[in-house]
Structure formats: structure tokens, C-alpha cells
């Protein structure tokens, strides 16, 4: 039986779900494949280091800032940690090779960005005959080093027309750039029975006829849904809170003069937009595409606050001409007249979009994997020799296997000592730390 690697992190919830989303369907397919979800941060840092000191885990700083809004300047923040990234390279390469060698992948495939050099040269160093796949979760590139790493062996999944054009102009070899017809969605997007919209409505607390709108900005919902709640009090509305139980408590509260629902955490997301008749949010990848799915005419925004691998986004809404992008929330009430006046013309443009993506993937790995060619497996080599035998059985690295001296934790290790003072507390546990602990397969989620 093959093993499959699904990388994961869970900055924005979107490359979680997308693995969750794989993993679904590889079962579902019947394919003969052990798949394990890796969790990239738990594997370069194992002992939790950043959690420790700064009592958060990485990706809670990014998703913080989703949450609240406030995402002016992560432009910028990007190349800071691209940079930071190229920094510790040849440290991160060495601890996942060690990773790889553990756990020893047939394929290897990232759901994430930014990561995907540092992914493949360890997987590399490892064993270069394991192929390496990264899936793209953004409908476009964000050039240089996000998603596409051109001067690589790195087969590349694109869920758009222009992400493949991209890929290609690169540099990119053709034979591994693969098409896709979209973003992967949950399965039971496509499985989720019709309902009776009425009567559903009506139970739930909404005018049975009245077009309605589903407000959603990701997982954790967004302060940006005040605003929109307050600017449309005579608007039906469906607000996704997903756990910020705070914000819900807030959305309760405020006055409106058409019926609304505030939903709290669920997994029956594709039921809630078979209530609606359009969507407003970000214009997050995975939103817009289950919206759209879903028949729903889409709301986005599109300004310096907006992600900068999101941009492209909202020129692929008015391509397809599926919604309205406004330059602010301030013109929201008119976006919503907008839709509602054509919303059987919006409509009829977004149900030509046809989304099969996640059932394409496991189809374009099989043949991945097929093409493989498998010489000696993990075989010792280069900087890395020693750190860990191969044997059948997989054992654990022991004391000898591990290198004299301390190890720092991702996204730590390679900074000058000079610099370790600055952060008292991190310096003085990273100094006396000189423990190497060997990652192993990550499925917590």
C-alpha cells in the first residue's frame, strides 16, 4: 500500500480543510493509499517552542489578524517571512529530511504556500525518487516564491486557466503542470440533498420569498460583519460566525428590521447556502468557490486591505461576471440592490461554473504516482547521512543518532546569538536546549 503526505497548516483554515477535503475523497474513491496528514509547523517545531514562549501557536498571529480585519501591511509581512524562510533553509531542509526518512512517503503532496522549495529540496535529500505535488488552494500565483517554484521537480496542480498560464510562463515544465477545474471543496458539497428552501426558511426564522444573503469571512467570521449587518438593516440576513462566539453575541444584539440568523460554529455550511440567494465576504478562495457551487451570485471587496493572493480573485468574479466588487463595504447597500434587481442574470452565470476539482486530484495523483519511478528507497546521503537508518520497521532516531550541540526551533534557528537577548525568555530556552526529539506523523487537527 502507498503512503501518501498531505502538508498542512492552519493558517486560514483553507489548507486544512482542502487536505481534510483530499483525504475524503481519496477514500471515497477506493484508492489503495495509507494518506496521513502532516501538519508542517508540529513537525518543524516538535516541542512547541514558539507555543511556549509566546503562548500561541504560529498560525494564530495570522489568523488573529483575518479575524479582526486588519490586514493592511501583510504584503509586506509576506516578504519578511519569505525572507525569514530563505534564512533558515538549509536548517529546515535538514530537520524534514530526517522527517521523510522516518516516516518514508511514496508521495509528497503541499496544500500549503511559501514552503514548497524547503519541501522539496528535503524531500529531495531524503530520496529523490518520491515525487513531490503541490496542490494549489489560491485560484492565482502571488510571484516569487509562493506557490510555484519553477526551477524545480515540482509537479504542480492549478485550480484556474490563469494559475496554469502562470505556471507555464514560469518556466515550468508542461508534463508537470496539471489543470483542475477548480478549488477543492468538501464532498458533500456534491452530496448534499436538495431541501425544501420554504419551509426551511420559514423554520428558521426567514421570509420564505425574501432574497437573503450569507455573510461569511472564513472560520472565525471577521469584524467587517458589524459593519455589513449595520449598513443593511432591512436585508435578510445569514451571518457565519464559525467560532468566535463573541462576535455572534454581538450580531444578536444589534437592531434589524428584516429577520436574520446568527450561526455559531457548524459543519452544515453547504446546507446554510441553500438558504441564501447570495453571498457576501471575502474573497477567500475556498468561500467563493463553495459559493459559487452552491448557485450563489457573490459580494467581495477589493482594496489595500485585501490579501494579496486574494487580489486575483475578484478579477476572476468579474470575468465570469458571477457578482458584484465594491472598493469598500461602505457601498454595500447598492452591491446588494445590484444583485437582488438581476439576480436571475447572476445567477445564470454562475451555475455554467462547474467545479470538480476535488474528484480530479486523486485521479491526477494516482497518475503521479504511477509515473514514479522507485529505485532504492532512503538510501544515506549527504548532510543528513546518519541521522537515521532505514529499516523496516521505522524506529524512532535514538541519542546517537542526534548532532552534538543545540538545535533551534523553525522559524528560530539560524539567528545570530546577538540577536537572542532581544527575547529573553526564547534566548535563554533555546541556549539550554540541546535535545533533538525526532518528529513523527502529525494528524492532530
Known sequence: ????????????????????????????????????????????????????????????????????????????????????????????????????RTTRPDLVVSLIPNFNRVLHDSLALADPAVPFVTVLTDMADHPPHFWIEPDLAQHLVCGTEYAYA????????????YRSSGMILRPEF?????????????????????????????????????????RLPKTPLILMCGRNEKLAAQLRALPSQAPRVV?????????????ADFFIGKPGPGSLSEAVHQGLPVIVTRNAWTMPQERWNTEWVRQHGLGVVRPSLRSISAAVD?????????????????????????????KILEQARQPARFASRGPVSGLVESSSDHREPVAADRPAGPWYPA????????????????????????TLVAPAIVTKE
Not at 2 to 17: E, M, P, Q, S, Y
Open 166 to 177: 502562470q505556471a507555464v510562463a514560469a518556466g515550468c515544465a508542461p508534463d508537470r503542470v
Open 190 to 230: 456534491y452530496t448534499q440533498a436538495p431541501i425544501a428552501r420554504s419551509e426551511e426558511r420559514l423554520r428558521v426564522g426567514l421570509d420564505a420569498a425574501t432574497p437573503t444573503g450569507l455573510v461569511l469571512f472564513g472560520g472565525t467570521g471577521s469584524r467587517a460583519m458589524k459593519g455589513i449587518a449595520a
Open 1 to 100: 500500500m502507498k503512503t501518501v503526505d498531505l502538508i498542512w497548516f492552519n493558517a486560514g483554515g483553507g489548507h486544512r480543510a482542502a487536505a481534510l477535503a483530499l483525504e475524503q475523497a481519496i477514500q471515497d474513491q477506493g484508492l489503495p493509499w495509507r494518506v496521513r496528514k502532516v501538519n508542517l509547523v508540529q513537525v518543524l517545531d516538535p516541542l512547541g517552542y514558539f507555543r511556549r514562549v509566546t503562548g500561541m501557536e504560529p498560525e494564530e498571529i495570522y489568523n488573529r489578524r483575518l479575524s479582526t480585519g486588519f490586514t493592511l501591511g501583510l504584503t509586506q509581512e509576506l516578504k519578511l517571512l519569505q525572507g525569514m524562510i530563505r534564512w533558515t533553509h538549509a536548517l529546515m531542509v535538514q530537520r524534514l529530511a530526517l522527517h521523510w
Open 338 to 366: 445590484d444583485i437582488t434587481r438581476n439576480l436571475p442574470e447572476y445567477q445564470a452565470r454562475v451555475r455554467r461554473i462547474e467545479n470538480r476539482a476535488v474528484f480530479e486530484v486523486p485521479q491526477i495523483l494516482a
Open 411 to 434: 522559524p528560530f534557528r539560524g539567528c545570530p546569538s546577538k540577536a537572542l537577548p532581544k527575547i529573553p525568555k526564547l534566548g535563554r530556552a533555546m541556549r539550554k536546549e540541546r
Open 263 to 275: 450561526v455559531g460554529f457548524t459543519t452544515e455550511v453547504a446546507r446554510w447556502m441553500q438558504l
